[in-house]
């Protein structure tokens, strides 16, 4: 019995790298979106708005790779342009799809994050 316990415990101990490293955005990232979301949401003072920021990243951690969230980041933001430079962004069923995607996770987490 305590043989089979400790190489169960060795085995959890061994994937736990893995599992951090899932879906882990950089640091870079993490502060670029912070600092945007409490930019744009004035009315928290520093203190809450560094913590319900930083929650609302994570929560996007938890569906989006930092690719696609880069990707659909940039979609986000660009598709109303005007005319055929928005258009790739608004035309596209792929980058629909993740905008669509990411706006409800976005709202998911603001919720969540209590971010009015």
């Not at 085995?11 to 502060?31: C, E, H, I, Q």
């Not at 809450?48 to 951690?61: F, L, N, Q, R, Y």
């Not at 608004?90 to 993740?98: I, L, P, S, T, Y």
């Amino acid at each position: 019995m305590k043989k089979a316990g400790m190489t169960l415990i060795a085995a959890g101990m061994a994937m736990l790298p893995a599992l951090s490293m899932a879906n882990d955005f950089s640091t870079v990232t993490r502060v670029h979106f912070v600092m945007d979301c409490m930019a744009a949401n004035e009315g928290m003072n520093v203190y809450e708005g560094t913590h319900k920021c930083s929650c609302v990243i994570d929560k996007i951690a938890e569906v989006f790779t930092e690719k696609e969230f880069e990707d659909v980041s940039v979609g986000f933001m660009y598709k109303n342009l005007p005319a055929d430079r928005g258009a790739t962004f608004r035309d596209d069923k792929g980058v629909r799809k993740g905008l669509k995607l990411f706006e409800e996770t976005t709202a998911n987490a603001y919720q969540e994050c209590r971010i009015r």
